[in-house]
């Protein structure tokens, strides 16, 4: 899903080649001065009261791959970057940096007034620490491929290098230095991300559950966890040691965690939430339909797409026909129009088209293509009948339809009886990571606005390749273009990169993503990530 993703606005990419400069900090861009408008004065402190729909499943920032993690780890970390009010990308942990022409070299000031949650200085090697502590193999950090941009980072992972090999290192305790294994001209907006994060190692070191409890997480960021009652609830409250608390204006949020979208959409329009929908919680598809006829339907425009994934090493779904034959028989418009309801576009490939790959799509739906595929399948697999399949969904009413709508869609164009289940976000999450599905739902949100994102992660086995997707041409294009300076030469890499994987299919897009929400009006500066996910900096509560 998973991810959150969060990252850097269409206003700066799409490398964000008009920042930075070859050996000064010229056109740094730094944090805003704290807004003239002033916190409203009373004796009851501020609180925001939010939700969210499962249980974090860690805030460990070098760990986490979904989104609710995410959006709870960037209240108490801060990375070198993030954005302001307006989603652009400004600098945060770093005071300023500078890069070589060719971009394989970064240098990060660090900023002598950040503080970690216990008093502690956060210098540059805390962030060498995480970092090179996220590549451990042993850490099994879902995301460590974020870090393979840095020299050495790859070698290490896959145990062909040595730590000290990789090159991220703190020169001092206010200088970190990044080499990187090719020109990465986007590699300030991936600094914005949780597994560059840094972390507080005695913290780690001590006690391997850190992450599990809110007495023993220490983080940099711009809240505290005060509690932590599992699948219940969570209260943050401004940190005091943040190093911009003048732009925190909130004293204190409370989470609680509500499973059942109505029941949070019934508390939000009773006053007892302070905003109904995304990022906070999915709104159902009768919900959607009503707010959008009363005109106050909001739809943030975040690129991700949302799937059906295939574990391409159970049976039938090993055949790369009928993977074929469920995807090309899918009428995805009328999901949109009838699920949906939020006018996002069906999707044809993977990559979302605003990141420029490829607006017409790779294939098209053909039910007599489908069904003749079928047939092939399965007759390569041996099979008189069709096997029983279960697709698999994370609670939530739209993908409840959705899972509904195909089931339905399924039998009638190919003749097949599939069971639907459904589970828990951190039950089924742990599910598709682990390989326990035959096939069901994916969304994927943009880490970072480069095409790349979308594609790496099916580059090799482990990660967030969930479809345990392993093709040779496919890792070889992708190597490629890492190294390619040409932007049209690189972007006909991902091309044919994306091409095969649509041909291969171990996944069937079904639309890109929007996300549905309606806006409480007394909520001011709420930020939502411009690659999707919640940033509460400067929200505050107008009274």
Request: hydrophobic share 35%; net charge negative; glycine share 8%.
């Amino acid at each position: 899903m998973n991810k959150w993703l969060l990252g850097i606005s269409t206003a700066v990419l799409f490398f964000s080649l008009s920042v930075g400069c070859s050996s000064k900090p010229a056109d740094n861009l730094q944090s805003p001065p704290a807004e003239t408008t002033a916190k409203p004065t009373t004796s009851e402190p501020m609180v925001l009261q939010w939700s969210i729909t499962g249980e974090p499943s860690t805030m460990d920032a070098g760990i986490a791959t979904d989104s609710t993690s995410m959006d709870m780890i960037n209240l108490t970390f801060e990375g070198l970057t993030s954005v302001d009010r307006q989603g652009q990308m400004i600098n945060a942990i770093a005071e300023s940096y500078t890069h070589t022409p060719d971009f394989t070299h970064f240098t990060f000031t660090i900023r002598k007034d950040a503080k970690w949650s216990n008093g502690d200085p956060v210098t540059a090697h805390d962030f060498e620490y995480a970092i090179k502590r996220n590549l451990d193999p042993k850490t099994a950090s879902g995301y460590a491929y974020q870090l393979f941009y840095i020299k050495g980072g790859e070698d290490f992972y896959s145990g062909k290098g040595k730590q000290e090999d990789v090159g991220v290192k703190a020169k001092d305790d206010y200088t970190l230095d990044f080499t990187l294994r090719s020109p990465t001209p986007f590699f300030r907006e991936l600094t914005s991300f949780t597994t560059y994060y840094p972390l507080h190692k005695k913290t780690i070191e001590s006690n391997p559950q850190w992450a599990a409890e809110a007495k023993t997480i220490v983080g940099n960021g711009p809240f505290v966890m005060d509690t932590w009652e599992h699948k219940s609830k969570l209260t943050f409250s401004k940190s005091p040691t943040y190093w911009d608390t003048a732009n925190v204006k909130l004293d204190q949020i409370h989470i609680v965690i509500i499973e059942d979208n109505n029941t949070a959409l019934s508390m939000f329009e009773n006053g007892d939430l302070d905003w109904g929908g995304y990022p906070s919680f999915g709104l159902s598809p009768d919900a959607v339909g009503q707010i959008k006829e009363e005109g106050k339907l909001l739809v943030a425009d975040n690129p991700g797409t949302k799937a059906v994934i295939f574990n391409t090493e159970k049976p039938p779904f090993t055949n790369k026909k009928i993977r074929q034959a469920f995807s090309y028989s899918i009428n995805r418009q009328q999901l949109v129009d009838n699920i949906l309801q939020t006018g996002v576009p069906p999707a044809y490939g993977w990559v979302p088209v605003s990141m420029g790959l490829n607006p017409d799509g790779y294939f098209k739906e053909d039910v007599a293509k489908a069904k003749q595929l079928l047939a092939e399948g399965m007759k390569e697999l041996g099979l008189t009948q069709f096997p029983k399949v279960t697709y698999y969904y994370d609670t939530g009413e739209t993908d409840k339809k959705l899972a509904q709508a195909l089931q339905g869609e399924w039998k009638k164009t190919l003749g097949v009886d599939i069971d639907i289940r459904t589970a828990e976000w951190k039950v089924f999450n742990e599910d598709v990571q682990n390989g326990k599905y035959d096939f069901g739902i994916w969304l994927w949100g943009a880490d970072f606005n480069d095409p790349i994102n979308f594609l790496e992660m099916y580059k090799d086995l482990g990660g967030n390749n969930v479809v345990r997707f392993d093709n040779k041409e496919y890792r070889d294009l992708l190597n490629k273009s890492y190294y390619e300076t040409d932007e049209q030469k690189r972007k006909q890499l991902m091309f044919d990169a994306e091409k095969i994987l649509m041909e291969e299919m171990p996944l069937a897009p079904l639309h890109f993503r929007g996300n549905a929400y309606v806006k409480n009006d007394k909520v001011k500066d709420f930020v939502i990530f411009p690659l999707g996910g919640s940033y509460f900096k400067y929200a505050y509560i107008e009274k």
